[in-house]
Nanobody, 115 residues
Framework: AQLVESGGGLVQPGGSLRLSCVAS????????MGWFRQAPGKQREYVAS???????YYLDSVKGRFTISRDSGANTVYLQMNDLKPEDTAIYSC??????????WGQGTQVTVSS
């Protein structure tokens, strides 16, 4: 199985980025897709997830700014990030859980918010 993220980069505070993650080679149906992030010197933290029934959940600090969506047919999950803040700077990693409760992870994409 392989998860490939894209869309990271350098953006000024208040700017926007859209992350994408394409999952391939997963044998079983996908139960959930989501995003985590890890800032330098900090623990990895949950950001957002979307389930096969459409439910979405978000970290409180990103609610109203980030939107998670998925294209089930393409096994792709997106994270639209608006009004970015310096504290959003981190490596963002894609996570997929299949219906056998197996987790898969991508390598991550760097998001830097700085003026």
């Amino acid at each position: 199985a392989q998860l490939v993220e894209s869309g990271g980069g350098l953006v000024q505070p208040g700017g926007s980025l859209r992350l994408s993650c394409v999952a391939s080679g997963i044998m079983f149906s996908i139960y959930s897709m989501g995003w985590f992030r890890q800032a330098p010197g900090k623990q990895r933290e949950y950001v957002a997830s979307i389930y096969s029934d459409g439910r979405t959940y978000y970290l409180d600090s990103v609610k109203g700014r980030f939107t998670i969506s998925r294209d089930s047919g393409a096994n792709t999950v997106y994270l639209q990030m608006n009004d970015l803040k310096p504290e959003d700077t981190a490596i963002y990693s894609c996570n997929v859980e299949d219906n056998q409760a197996v987790d898969y992870w991508g390598q991550g994409t760097q998001v830097t918010v700085s003026s």
